[in-house]
Nanobody
Framework: VQLQASGGGLVQSGGSLRLSCAAS????????LGWFRQAPGKEREAVSC????????YYNDPVKGRFTLSRDNAKNTVYLQMDNLKPEDSAAYYC???????????????????????WGQGTQVTVSS
């Protein structure tokens, strides 16, 4: 049972990357999902979270309008499309999944929930200026 994150790399400011998070050993159909990031010396920050309960997707203000979270249940994979990248987006990015236990929206999973069931190993994103 694991989440495997991939797709990170080095990109110039203004460029794009698409991160993938593939689940194995369990079905994402029953899980709400989140992308988080952590830069050196900084606390972990929520990027975007998707609720399976109501279908809503929350984006943290720094990435709103530039990042898009999507999921492909057939492939058991969640994606984070990142456009117009900025140097301040540089960080290790982590995906996480939590079994749905109630009716909560995407904002809840990013701003309230602290314990996820599964975490991916992280993929590094570096944006040069």
């Amino acid at each position: 049972v694991q989440l495997q994150a991939s797709g990170g790399g080095l990109v110039q400011s203004g460029g794009s990357l698409r991160l993938s998070c593939a689940a194995s050993g369990f079905s994402l159909d029953y899980y709400s999902l989140g992308w988080f990031r952590q830069a050196p010396g900084k606390e972990r920050e929520a990027v975007s979270c998707a609720s399976t309960s109501d279908g809503s997707i929350y984006y943290n203000d720094p990435v709103k309008g530039r990042f898009t979270l999507s999921r492909d249940n057939a492939k058991n994979t969640v994606y984070l499309q990142m456009d117009n990248l900025k140097p301040e987006d540089s960080a290790a990015y982590y995906c996480a999944a939590v079994r749905v236990r109630g009716y909560y929206n995407g904002r809840y999973y990013c701003t309230v929930l602290r314990e996820y069931d599964y975490w991916g190993q992280g993929t590094q994103v570096t944006v040069s200026s």
